[in-house]
């Protein structure tokens, strides 16, 4: 594990809203929405962006309400939001991959061919409230991943967000 993941030393709000299993729930949805919509796993990199796109609220309350909304006038339209999106890719990166990991081991995420697949069920916790920010987080990274599968490839993807895989 990265020294700067250490449980110990992470801060109290850190612990809180990025724990393995808050994050894997997310994950989960959003793979599972895609292979929903796709018939198809979900490319590796696309999840890196999922936890980036539903924890900032500037940018989950900016999504569209419908997944045939064109992903690349979004990403116009929403370019201050998106300004520094690839720091935040890059800080929330660590999180993702201890996110996936905790799936693994617990049957939720499976690889295969270098894309994941949803395996047992996960439902969201009966404790959030359906106006909460953890169920907001969990509807809105459902939406992401049927959104990106009606997207296109994450080739397109990624240059719409100015980023490479």
């Given at each position: ?94 999180y993702t991959k201890e996110a996936i990991i905790f799936a693994m081991q617990?049957?939720y995420l499976e690889i295969q061919d270098g894309s994941l697949l949803p ?23 459902g939406f992401v991943g049927r959104w990106f599968a009606h997207t296109g ?13």
């Amino acid at each position: 594990m990265l020294p700067e993941l250490q449980w110990r030393k992470r801060p109290f709000e850190i612990r809180n809203l990025l724990n393995p299993a808050f994050c894997a729930v997310l994950l989960h949805q959003s793979v599972k929405e895609y292979y929903g919509i796709s018939k198809k796993a979900m490319p590796y990199p696309l999840v890196f962006l999922v936890l980036p796109i539903v924890f900032p609220s500037n940018i989950r309350h900016s999504l569209p309400e419908r997944v045939d909304k064109d992903f690349d006038a979004w990403t116009k339209k929403k370019s201050l939001e998106l300004l520094k999106f690839d720091e935040i890719v890059s800080f929330l990166a660590p999180y993702t991959k201890e996110a996936i990991i905790f799936a693994m081991q617990f049957d939720y995420l499976e690889i295969q061919d270098g894309s994941l697949l949803p395996q047992k069920v996960l439902q969201p916790a009966k404790i959030w409230d359906n106006k909460s920010e953890a169920m907001g987080c969990y509807k809105q990274s459902g939406f992401v991943g049927r959104w990106f599968a009606h997207t296109g490839s994450p080739a397109t993807i990624f240059r719409n967000l100015g980023m490479r895989p």
